[in-house]
């Protein structure tokens, strides 16, 4: 009987121990994992209604906040890809043609927090005079 009653009480404080060990480190995970991910994505997260997430969703998730459905090309940006910010700024550059010895018109954008850039060089437009 007292063996049973000492195998019992080990049995629950090993059970206690285990579950204070995963509990710990399920803490600690969170807690490195709420450090590592911006406010911004911790909203974001946070806004979808989904139990968990995959690769494949959480890409799509954060794809959804800097590309906008259906636009191509510059156009399609609502946040830059490198930051998040939605501080965008489109404009137009110049190449010359050699051939044509003209300038030719090209769109960008481009972000105001952390200076990435990208064009529209349509390079068929190099081919054909203005
Ligand atoms: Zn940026």
């Known amino acids: 009987m007292e063996g049973l009653i000492v195998g019992i ?3 629950a ?7 204070h060990f995963y509990y710990r480190r399920s803490s600690s995970d969170l ?3 709420g450090r590592k991910l911006s406010d911004e994505l911790k909203a974001i997260i946070l806004a979808d209604k989904r139990d968990s997430l995959d690769v494949a969703e959480l890409n799509e998730l954060l794809t959804k906040k800097t590309i906008r459905p259906g636009k191509e090309g510059i156009h399609r940006y609502v946040a830059c890809p490198k930051c998040g910010s939605p501080k965008l700024v489109k404009g137009t550059d110049y190449v010359v043609d050699t051939d044509e010895d003209c300038r030719v018109p090209y769109d960008n954008v481009s972000c105001q927090d952390c200076g990435w850039k990208e064009s529209d060089v349509d390079r068929e437009k190099l081919k054909r005079p203005l």
Request: charged share 0%; no cysteine; glycine share 8%.
């Open 31 to 33: 807690a490195i994992i």
């Open 9 to 11: 009480i080990a049995g």
């Open 13 to 19: 404080i090993a059970s206690w121990a285990i579950t």
